[in-house]
């Protein structure tokens, strides 16, 4: 058996997801994408599978599991840049740490052998302090969104040992790209009106990931014969800052741009007064993450710089896509 040549990605209509199924498809494997909408559009040769919301499953699931291989996971309730929920932390365990075991569970009763996780760097903590963040380092993570993906993380390695089933975690930092959400279509809008912005005193190290560089590890991860289970953390070669990242994203969209070196400190206080202080913390606090164990345990390393990343970000967004407002 080939292993690797039936493929399921859950949230396969996602950012992440859809560009995962099109790199697979084109690598010649049979790939269904599990989505929420049947008008969904997707790659040519990619199965569409409706489901409901994780947790709930539909009667099918292990009927349309069997004779997958791998399975990469990568829906889930994500991180929201304002947060309404008056229980954010039962919200994201209902889906990311619930949703996922129950996924889980059935495909390893249904024969599945590999099952990849896509997890977040905020399962390590949100800030590296003394160096850069490790696979093997003690788990710190200290909001509802990691937390609940540091449980599932847990629950799935309780999994493997009572099931057998091959668990992979990737922990990526921000993931940006064409169509990116979050504060990287923020960062991008802001960028793109031309204004002078108070982001030049950005300096504490950071990482980032490229789009290209996560789909890359994830279909490495699916086409290896044998990788070993455990936690592998992913990001662009290069650890950068935040004021460097803006800048690179300038230089992507073709845009001049002026950057005013305002303290972080003092950008915190003004951006709190406008309801984005902790947007503005998590880009000016350190956030550098050492990816030498992956390259080690699976041969592998990013080839795509942050320069040709934003390259292709934004002329593939001038070409077909519209930025995303922020959203999960």
Same mark, same amino acid.
């Given at each position: ?10 949230? $396969? ?16 494997? !049979? ?19 409706? %489901? ?27 991180? &929201? ?11 994201? !365990?209902?889906?990311?740490?619930? $949703?996922?075991? %129950? ?10 052998? !590999? ?5 977040? &760097?905020?399962?390590?903590?949100? *800030?590296?302090?003394? *160096? ?41 930092? /921000?993931?940006?790209?064409?169509? %990116? ?12 009106? $031309? ?25 490495? /991860? ?6 070993? @289970? ?22 992507? /969209? ?10 972080? @400190? ?24 050492? &990816? ?15 320069? %040709? ?20």
């Amino acid at each position: 058996m080939n292993m690797g040549k039936d493929i399921l990605v859950t949230g $396969g209509a996602g950012f992440v997801g859809r560009e995962l199924c099109r790199v697979l498809v084109a690598k010649g494997y !049979r790939v269904t994408a599990m989505v929420r909408r049947a008008e969904v559009v997707m790659p040519d040769g990619v199965v569409i599978w409706v %489901a409901p919301d994780l947790p709930d499953l539909s009667p099918d699931t292990a009927q349309r599991l069997a004779g997958i291989e791998v399975v990469v996971h990568a829906a889930g309730r994500a991180h &929201i840049l304002q947060d309404d929920d008056r229980d954010s932390l039962t919200a994201f !365990r209902r889906v990311n740490t619930e $949703g996922t075991l %129950a996924l889980a569970r059935v495909a390893a009763s249904a024969g599945v052998r !590999r099952f990849i996780f896509v997890s977040s &760097i905020g399962v390590n903590g949100s *800030q590296s302090v003394d *160096q850069a963040f490790r696979a093997e380092d003690t788990p710190q993570p200290d909001s509802p969104y990691a937390q609940s993906k540091w449980e599932a993380e847990q629950a799935l390695t309780r999994l493997q040992v009572e099931t057998g089933l091959t668990v992979l975690h990737l922990r990526p930092p /921000m993931i940006y790209g064409s169509a %990116a959400p979050g504060n990287f279509a923020l960062l991008a809008r802001l960028v793109g009106k $031309g204004w002078p912005l108070p982001l030049g005193g950005l300096r504490a190290p950071r990482s980032f990931v490229a789009l290209d560089n996560v789909v890359d590890l994830l279909t490495h /991860m699916v086409c290896h014969p044998n990788p070993p @289970s455990g936690v592998y953390l992913v990001a662009d070669p290069l650890v950068t800052t935040t004021t460097q990242f803006i800048r690179a994203i300038a230089n992507g /969209m073709g845009q001049n741009l002026t950057l005013i070196p305002v303290p972080a @400190s003092v950008l915190m206080i003004l951006a709190s007064v406008a309801g984005r202080g902790e947007q503005i913390r998590k880009m000016s606090v350190s956030l550098a993450v050492d &990816i030498q164990s992956t390259e080690v345990r699976l041969g592998w390393s990013p080839s795509v710089t942050m320069a %040709a990343a934003m390259h292709r970000a934004f002329s593939a967004t001038t070409a077909t896509h519209t930025l995303l407002e922020p959203n999960p």
